[in-house]
């Protein structure tokens, strides 16, 4: 059964081929439809939607606000964020990789081929890598890594390396092997069940690739304790950083200040958006969660 | 094709469609035409810079949101150095939303306010999260006619006052705003609440309390609008669950003559835009071609009912 | 197995759900045992039958009902000789809900009411839709001190004080009650609402207005009973968007001893067994073993956040 | 897509094979499975649902109450009533005859085969045939036609003839008209589009009937105009009626006072509780609508 859209509502959204009567759009409203959407292991799945042409400049680290249909014949009253996994530019597709939490992900498991899917972005300000860096390093662990995923291709086109220190649970569960290696990223997989994810281990890991001069800047997402260790280090051996961060949202551009966190500048405090100046910031400056 | 313009006072608005205060800013230029709207409304600013209130900010309840932001922003100052100019490259009205906790202060500000590109001062009296022992002057009568009075002493820019559906006796206080100078009431800010998380027995908002938003209130809010324009002459701004077209209608119908969003933009970025074009489709399938006709057009001098007449008085 | 039983002063409950007046009747037998409720709430009587308001009596909105039934019924003397013996079949205490227009013929009527098989008055102080010009004295708290003085004089039963949401300082409402010698506090009666058809440009209802009906209220009320259990020492019954055993769970939280039904009964016509029995294991799962130990458990001293701390005063 | 349940809701139903804990109970809440869900012409669809034995002691002119599934993720708040079309105790299931009117009904069309459907029911007061009759007549058009149909069943039990005069805009949306002859009434069809529905030939056809004494009582609803004839021509000629009457309901059971409607008893008005008392009542009582 395919819902009806819901006749509350009212939107001027895109659908692929729609003419753009406001070219001066950075951020759209898109009626998607999804080409597929299936698991990819025990906990996660992947999402793809062909999507209006504007809603293919995403880029690494931005994200898109999602429209999750009703699981339950209840209103989801509110979008749900999700980083953009990857973007594919011939098949007109942008991909998400997720993670089924609660009502908003459980509605959104049960798209099926061929239904529209509402999403607004691309949204915030994503990962930027400088020309300097020749070697990066990637942490993530669960849905984090659909947020670093797209990171690895922006790093192959520009000729950086990449090494992915992918922590999970247990094998079953870890995530983008195969679309970071596929890119050309080494992988380093470590996991709570053989006791590798440890951070003394990780640690290790990372004076390692440091060592080896393959550790240029850090990028992580999903895991404050990796967020911990990676702000050590990187202060310890000046390696620049750059953390995505989640928040609540509500708008998902600016205008809500739902989405704050709070973040140390010059020893000063500050509360930032994680939808607009983020939700990629500057390592150095996070305070976490 | 119909007229969608309305009056408030002297300001004229191309179509009755608006954003509502906190819930906008000239950031939504990145995804839609923000010279369509009737006019554009930025966020509550206060004197001092100000953080808002501890995160969590947003929960969802069963049938809406409760949100509790606290007024953040970085003081009058920047505002106007800075915020204003990002709206005036927009030819809509620019109406700035202002809060204080005194009414010495909050005159002040409204004086300080009154710059060449602002067009409208909307007095915030409503806040339902700013502080619990001042701010929220639409509570009572007598404050709102003192604020609204101090206000009015110090600019001339056309005054709006946005009241709180929390308050008990809304026509009261709608006559005091206008009494004291009101050029049109804004109705209404968001309605106290609280949600208590069952798993760890903690409110689900880091300010414990938070307002309400949900369609599900526009029932009430319209009752409100519709009690106050039978009793005041200023025209009414509408707010509360407006999702569609319908509902700008309904409050017109009621005696609106213009509306705010906020819920309906947040669920769909283009709701805005979409809400003109189809109340101007609406109004052009029922051959009207003012949208004014609509402003207080409910039939409710001739009920049409299939039971006893009199039921209500008893057999 | 939990211990789910509550006092009210001093009626015993075996629990603390009960339906919400006006939304149940001895019929509901054919659909549920009633001899499993926490209380048995008949529909608010008056002195005079009474027709009720005319149809339509209800009407859906985007997220909840809007209804206005204008108290019908036989008038006392038939609910005396035939409606409470219908109810005196079963064992759970039998609340009798009575308004009026006049403090008199209220305190009168409760005088006449306190028949053996009568174990509480609940003063329906409240009903939004009753007359606009009488009978909500829970809109003020003079009106509502006297009208419980005056009942308090007439009956030694248990008398229990519903209060209104459409009042702005329930606070002072309930404390007046309490002070006038009210045994608990019901929190609250519905919303005072409006809907108008935008097809025929009339109110959806006979009645015109009507009370706003929805799970989306309950961040409100619960807002109100978290507000007044502070302030009185009186045993609160939360009333409003109770539809599963965890708001029953929420409402203890905030400070309630008991809660009210109604849409969820409508909704689901055995919700209010399934809500006992879903309250049990829930309590059990947690090994909570009385349910009074949930009353005012809100942790609300202890907040946890993740920014700034004193983030509402500013930087 | 099935929907999961609202878990904001709770109930204790009945599903198929339950034990019933509260045998006194005379009205039930039901999880239903939908055996079928099939459009029967133009306008009306026919859905067959499985349901425990209580629900079958329903008989004609009572009414379940239905919790609609959303046709678009929000929530339908209230239920729609409907008349029972037809008991089938062999296959222990009821069935309905509906029209997609709005959101409830919009819904209830999309319930597939194998799909749950939560029924409350039977209630209220149905047809009632008193021994005397021999033959009746029954008049409906519209959906009011999936009212009267079980009245033949029932007629058809107990030996009484019946005249069915079915009245429709046209020849395609005519229905019951099988069910009606397959249970051995006589039908009539009567159409707007070739004038036959019109007020003075229905009366001929009826004032026929009385002639050939096949009219001992009529039995009507869904049409005003049908009512106030059969009023006209039962006072005429002491003929007794039952009408089936609408009117917006709550709780279906007697509890809220939501569905009155006006009736006129020795020159007296009363309001009367469609889904109690009603929803059959003497068709001289009734003040129409
Ligand atoms: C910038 C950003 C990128 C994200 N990228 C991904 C991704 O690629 N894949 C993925 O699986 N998940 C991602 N998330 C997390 C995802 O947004 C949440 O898992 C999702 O909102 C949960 O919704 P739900 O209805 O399933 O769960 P519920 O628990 O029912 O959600 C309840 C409420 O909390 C909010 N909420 C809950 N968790 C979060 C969270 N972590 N962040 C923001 N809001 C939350 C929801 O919006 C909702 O209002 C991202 C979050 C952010 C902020
Ligand atoms: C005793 C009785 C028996 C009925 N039997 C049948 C039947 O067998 N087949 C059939 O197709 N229809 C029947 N109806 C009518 C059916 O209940 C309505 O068509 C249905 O409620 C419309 O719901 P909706 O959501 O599709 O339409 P909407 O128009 O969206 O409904 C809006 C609101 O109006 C109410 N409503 C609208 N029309 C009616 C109505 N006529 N009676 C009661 N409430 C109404 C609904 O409950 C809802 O709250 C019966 C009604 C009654 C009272
Ligand atoms: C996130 C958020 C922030 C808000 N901030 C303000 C504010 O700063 N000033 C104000 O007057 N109202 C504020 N409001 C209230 C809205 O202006 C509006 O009154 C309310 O959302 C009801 O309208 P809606 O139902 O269309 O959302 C805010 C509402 C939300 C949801
Ligand atoms: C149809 C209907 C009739 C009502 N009649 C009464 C009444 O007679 N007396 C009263 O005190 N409250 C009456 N109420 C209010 C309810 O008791 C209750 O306060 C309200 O429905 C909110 O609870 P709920 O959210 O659980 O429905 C009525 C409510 C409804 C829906
Ligand atoms: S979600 Fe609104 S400002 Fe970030
Ligand atoms: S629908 Fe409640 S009394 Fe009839």
Redesign the interface.
């Known amino acids: 059964?395919?819902?009806?859209?819901?006749?509350?509502?009212?939107?001027?959204?895109l659908r692929i081929g729609d003419v753009d009567r406001?070219p001066?759009?950075?951020?759209?409203?898109f009626i998607g439809i999804v080409a597929s959407n299936a698991g990819v292991n025990d906990e996660y799945r992947h999402i793809v939607v062909k999507v209006h042409e504007q809603a293919l400049k995403a880029y690494a680290g931005q994200m898109f606000h999602l429209?999750c249909?009703?699981?339950?014949?209840?209103?989801?009253?509110?979008?749900r964020p999700m980083s953009v996994y990857r973007v594919d530019k011939a098949a007109g597709a942008v991909e998400f990789l997720y993670k089924i939490e609660g009502r908003g992900t459980?509605g959104m498991g049960?798209l099926?081929p061929g239904d529209e899917f509402?999403i607004?972005g691309p949204l915030g300000a994503g990962f930027k890598l400088e020309p300097a860096w020749k070697n990066i390093v990637v942490l993530g662990r669960g849905v984090g890594l659909a947020t670093l995923a797209p990171l690895s291709q922006l790093a192959a086109e520009q000729g950086v390396g990449v090494t992915a220190i992918l922590s999970a649970r247990h094998q079953g569960v870890v995530m983008s092997k195969a679309l970071f290696e596929e890119l050309g990223a080494r992988t380093v997989t470590v996991l709570d069940s053989d006791g590798t994810s440890a951070v003394e281990n990780v640690e290790r890991v990372i004076e390692e690739l440091i060592a080896a001069r393959k550790a240029d800047a850090f990028f992580t997402c999903g895991s404050n304790r990796l967020l911990k260790l990676t702000q050590r280090l990187g202060k310890k051996h000046n390696i620049p950083g750059q953390v995505a961060m989640e928040?609540?949202?509500?708008?998902?551009?600016?205008?809500?200040?739902?989405c704050?966190?709070?973040f140390e500048v010059d020893g000063k405090?500050?509360?930032r958006r994680v939808c607009?100046e983020g939700p990629v910031f500057n390592m150095q400056e996070a305070v976490g969660? | 094709m119909v007229d969608l313009s309305v009056k408030i006072g002297d300001i004229t608005l191309q179509n009755p469609v608006q954003p509502a205060s906190g819930a906008f800013s000239w950031e939504y230029n990145d995804v839609i035409d923000l010279n369509r709207l009737g006019a554009l409304v930025a966020k509550t600013i206060c004197r001092e810079p100000r953080l808002g209130n501890p995160t969590p900010r947003m929960a969802e309840t069963e049938a809406g949101i409760i949100q509790s932001i606290g007024l953040p922003g970085k003081g009058i100052d920047y505002f106007i150095a800075h915020i204003v100019p990002e709206y005036a490259k927009f030819t809509p009205p620019l109406v700035v939303s202002v809060s204080s906790e005194t009414i010495e202060d909050f005159a002040a500000l409204a004086e300080e306010l009154s710059v060449p590109d602002v067009d409208v001062i909307e007095a915030n009296i409503s806040c339902p999260t700013r502080n619990s022992t001042g701010g929220n002057f639409a509570m009572h009568e007598d404050y709102t006619r003192d604020c609204i009075k101090a206000i009015r002493a110090k600019t001339k820019k056309p005054l709006w006052v946005k009241l709180s559906p929390n308050a008990g006796d809304i026509v009261s206080i709608a006559k005091a705003a206008e009494a004291a100078g009101a050029d049109a009431l804004v109705i209404a800010n968001t309605f106290l609440s609280l949600k208590i998380r069952t798993d760890n027995f903690r409110p689900a908002l880091g300010n414990k309390f938070g307002g309400l938003v949900s369609p599900a209130l526009k029932p009430i809010v319209l009752r409100m609008v519709y009690q106050v324009a039978k009793q005041v002459k200023i025209p009414i701004i509408g707010i509360g669950g407006v999702t569609k077209a319908e509902d700008v209608v309904e409050y017109m119908l009621a005696g609106a003559s213009a509306v705010g969003i906020g819920y309906a933009g947040f669920r769909n970025p283009t709701a805005l835009i979409s809400i003109i074009d189809d109340l101007a489709a609406w109004c052009d399938e029922r051959g009207i071609t003012k949208v004014t006709e609509l402003i207080g057009a409910v039939r409710d001098q001739d009920m049409e009912t299939d039971t006893l007449a009199a039921a209500s008085v008893g057999v």
Chains 1, 4 share one sequence.
């Open positions: 059964m395919t819902l009806d859209p819901n006749h509350n509502y009212s939107n001027a959204a406001y001066r759009r950075r951020v759209g409203e429209l249909p009703s699981p339950d014949g209840a209103e989801v009253w509110m979008r459980r049960k099926q509402n607004a928040q609540i949202m509500v708008c998902g551009f600016g205008a809500c200040y739902v704050m966190r709070t405090r500050v509360l607009r969660w």
